[in-house]
């Protein structure tokens, strides 16, 4: 069984600041992965990042980066100089084994301040 | 590349009627998803399709909810009869390996 949970269930920044949000997970999974998707008020779920539990390096996409540490099971989202557009839902999810299927987490509600 | 296709994006019916959402997954990803998301909360898998084949549904409501996808492809998801608690926004993904991109979802509400 997996589990994701996300502690902060709202997040304010101002624009042009960093942020980080939290996610941490069980699994019993040796082989898993890590993800983090944007959902906007328009309702679709849009792929931000993945970590593959094996990835000696943190990974990043552009402004997003994952801090991944193993040992403490988390597996936090950080987005640099914060945007308008970044405003959104965003949520863990993780997959294991051989099944691809999503887990989520509740979700962090981000607003970015002008 | 094409994304993922759902439609109807927004349907409105009353408890008790049936409903039908159909996606077309992104040309040759092998699994299929159907997520449930009730407002507030994470998604949460339905079903899983490996081509047109079943892997995981242990968490479809059979006694009301079905799936099927012919040939591989597209997909269909039924609710009959609705009941108010199936009101969600109800999504399709596609995958070829671990990173699933979802589609635009279709929004029911049962009154």
């Known amino acids: 069984a997996q589990k994701i949970t996300q502690t902060q269930p709202g997040m304010f920044v101002q624009e042009k600041e960093a942020v980080t949000l939290d996610c941490t997970y069980d699994t019993s999974d040796q082989s898993y992965g890590l993800f983090w998707y944007k959902q906007p008020s328009s309702g679709e779920m849009i792929f931000l990042i993945y970590?593959?539990?094996?990835?000696?390096q943190n990974a990043t996409e552009g402004r997003y980066s994952l801090n991944f540490q193993k040992a403490r099971k988390s597996a936090n989202l950080v987005i640099s100089a914060s945007q308008l557009g970044d405003s959104a839902m965003y949520f863990c999810?993780?997959?294991?084994?051989?099944?691809?299927?999503?887990?989520f987490g509740k979700g962090t509600l981000l607003t970015v301040n002008p | 590349e094409a994304g993922v296709a759902q439609s109807p994006r927004y349907k409105i019916i009353e408890k008790r009627q049936s409903v039908a959402f159909w996606c077309n997954p992104i040309s040759g990803h092998a699994t299929l998803y159907w997520y449930q998301q009730i407002l507030g909360q994470g998604p949460k898998l339905l079903i899983q399709?490996?081509?047109?084949?079943?892997?995981?549904d242990s968490q479809l409501p059979k006694d009301r909810f079905s799936a099927e996808r012919l040939k591989g492809v597209d997909s269909t998801l039924k609710i009959q009869p609705a009941k108010l608690e199936d009101s969600a926004v109800y999504l399709c993904?596609?995958?070829?390996?671990?990173?699933?991109?979802f589609g635009p979802g279709t929004r029911l509400t049962v009154t």
């Open positions: 399709f490996q081509n047109n084949g079943v892997v995981d």
């Open positions: 970590q593959g539990s094996y990835d000696e």
């Open positions: 999810a993780i997959v294991g084994g051989s099944n691809y299927k999503l887990t």
């Open positions: 993904a596609s995958s070829l390996g671990p990173r699933s991109v």
